[in-house]
């Protein structure tokens, strides 16, 4: 069965710093694109970041370029997001999910990780 | 505009269709995708590539597209089709857009 588990969401400070990780199972990851997106309380959805299959090339939002970071470990099945100079507007709960090979649909999607941003 | 407009809201009788619109230039060359969420949950793909359903999406739910608008429809609404509605599609920097969302209440 395909499944994402993010992990690593908390309370930190305006300006801090946290790491998200999401663990891979049940399919071969390194197949796949990765993205993250979030989802502020009440608000709609919000891509963040997608990352390619081997890691070579990144994008990011406007919203987070310069400050966040995606990575990912092929040999451990894991995808990972640090985000530094945390802001209150980055408050959401933050998924993962796997890119289809089209480009085109996030087919699979962890159950999400909470990170608050506040003083 | 790099935007996807989707109305906040939309009510349906149980049993009546419902058409969820999602409007934006990026729809006239990328294909629209149609996600489901309910509370607490994280989103379910229902639509892909304008009108193809994944395995386990009942056939109530189609989808299409005119111009720069996508449209969700599902015929024979149930109650448990009651949830909030995003579309979503690239666009041409390969950023991924979603619109704002939908919630259908089912009444």
């Known amino acids: 069965q395909k499944q994402l588990v993010e992990s690593g969401g908390g309370l930190v400070k305006p300006g801090g710093s946290l790491r998200l990780s999401c663990a891979a199972s049940?399919?071969?990851?390194?197949?796949?694109?990765m993205t993250w997106i979030r989802q502020a309380p009440g608000k709609g959805l919000e891509w963040v970041s997608f990352?390619?299959?081997?890691?070579?090339?990144?994008q990011y939002a406007d919203s987070v370029k310069g400050r966040f970071t995606i990575s990912r470990d092929n040999a451990r099945n894991s995808l990972s997001l640090q985000m530094n100079s945390l802001r209150v507007e980055d408050t959401a709960v933050y998924y993962c999910?796997?890119?289809?090979?089209?480009?085109?649909?996030?087919?699979?999607w962890g159950q999400g990780t909470m990170v608050i941003v506040s003083s | 505009s790099s935007d996807l407009t989707q109305d906040p809201a939309v009510s349906v009788a149980l049993g009546q269709t419902v058409r969820i619109t999602c409007q934006g230039d990026?729809?006239?060359?990328?294909?629209a995708t149609w996600y489901q969420q309910k509370p607490g949950q994280a989103p379910v793909v229902v639509i892909y590539?304008?009108?193809n359903r994944p395995s386990g999406i009942p056939d109530r739910f189609s989808g299409s597209r005119s111009g720069n608008t996508a449209s969700l429809t599902i015929t024979g609404t149930q109650a448990e089709d009651e949830a909030d509605y995003y579309c979503?599609?690239?666009?041409?920097?390969?950023?991924?857009?979603f619109g704002g969302g939908t919630k259908l209440t089912v009444l």
């Open positions: 999910a796997r890119r289809d090979w089209t480009g085109d649909v996030f087919d699979v």
């Open positions: 049940g399919f071969t990851f390194s197949d796949y694109y």
């Open positions: 990352i390619t299959n081997s890691g070579a090339y990144t």
């Open positions: 990026s729809l006239r060359s990328y294909y």
């Open positions: 590539h304008e009108n």
């Open positions: 979503n599609s690239r666009d041409i920097s390969g950023d991924h857009l």
